[in-house]
């Protein structure tokens, strides 16, 4: 076991500070990575602020990040995948039971026994596990990611989360050239989502509220924009997409996007709104449509998701700050007031 500098908070008001973590030494199949940078989710702010308790109660002191890129530092002896001096990453989950139906099928993001990065009973140390807002972090082999090395390692950092979010339910829905893909919101997530769905090839339409998001949408590869506020925009569209990725995380009426799919279309939901969204059963039955959620991916499709990116140079558009500006960040995070995500310097860390 050895101590690592880390941030982190002690109750739902506290603000994030410095502390010091215990990390375990790494065993035969475990990696150790000096972390370089850590993106900031907003899953980030709701945990710590305890804002997910009816579902995932918040265990203090919490340490939050899951979009970590970094150095490896030590490898056990059985670890045949990484070497000292390798990039690498790590997202969302650091174990799960390898066992169950989905792990088999690599979709270790369902399995019932998955441990998340932080937040979760920590087998080998007991307490919780600590994110990536720390100098350092040591994980299996198995939930370790190759990071291509021509990727800027502050912008992809939120791969791990964002990126995989967005890349996984395009995969399994069969977002390829010659469809056309509707991206609901323009933020952490839904930035990264026209990322992919333009270098899928396919034709993608960017929906936002801000008519100052246009040419910002377009930039990133938007073929239209349409403001969702206009009713004649929107009816242009009516029945006319293959599938719909709705990246927004607020109170929205998401009736008027399923009256856009084709019959047979797809909408597909990332975001996490506090409150139940109402649905109407009526644009479903006459089009055959569906609604579905889709959180991250597996282990091998997020590998995949970072190769892809490698190939395209796909990047999240990031902020660079300084843990000493954590605070600030969750707060102007609250406010959409980042294009489009926060990426945390950790040499900044060193100060402390």
């Keep these: 076991m050895f101590n690592a500098k880390a941030y982190s908070t002690v109750s739902p008001t506290s603000p994030l500070a410095p502390t010091v973590i215990a990390r375990r030494d790494p065993g035969e199949a475990d990696v150790q990575i000096e972390i370089l940078f850590c993106g900031i989710c907003h899953s980030d702010l709701h945990m710590a602020r305890n804002e997910w308790s009816s579902v995932m109660a918040t265990v203090y002191p919490c340490v939050p990040g899951h979009e970590i890129v970094g150095r490896v530092t ?19 989950l650091v174990d799960s039971d390898g066992t169950c139906p989905a792990c088999k099928e690599g979709l270790e993001q369902f399995c019932p026994n998955q441990v998340l990065t932080y937040g979760f009973p920590d087998k080998h140390l007991g307490g919780v596990t600590y994110g990536g807002y720390s100098d350092s972090v040591v994980v299996d082999q198995r939930f370790v990611l190759s990071i291509p090395f021509n990727l800027d390692l502050a912008a992809t950092a939120p791969l791990l989360c964002a990126g995989i979010t967005t890349y996984s339910p395009m995969r399994h829905w069969g977002v390829t050239k010659g469809k056309k893909v509707g991206i609901v919101g323009l933020g952490g997530l839904g930035h990264m989502g ?3 769905a333009h270098a899928m090839g396919a034709h993608t339409v960017v929906f936002t509220t801000s008519p100052n998001k246009v040419e910002d949408a377009k930039r990133l590869g938007a073929d239209e924009v349409v403001i969702s506020k206009n009713a004649d925009e929107m009816q242009k569209h009516a029945g006319t997409f293959d599938f719909i990725l709705d990246c927004v995380s607020a109170d929205h009426d998401i009736n008027a996007y399923i009256n856009l799919l084709t019959r047979d279309g797809n909408m597909v939901l990332v975001g996490a709104p506090e409150k139940p969204l109402s649905l109407s059963s009526f644009g479903l039955i006459f089009g055959r449509r569906s609604v579905s959620g889709s959180p991250i991916g597996g282990l091998a499709e997020t590998q995949e998701m970072l190769d892809f990116c490698g190939k395209h140079n796909i990047t999240s558009d990031v902020e660079v700050i300084a843990i000493q500006q954590i605070n600030e960040a969750y707060e102007r995070l609250l406010n959409a007031d980042v294009k489009y995500r926060f990426s945390i310097d950790m040499a900044s860390l060193k100060a402390e």
């Excluded at 030590?74 to 969302?92: E, H, I, M, Q, R």
């Design 74 to 92: 030590k490898v056990g002896s059985a670890v045949t995948k990484f070497k000292a001096g390798d990039l690498a990453g790590v997202g969302c």
């Design 194 to 196: 026209v990322k992919f």
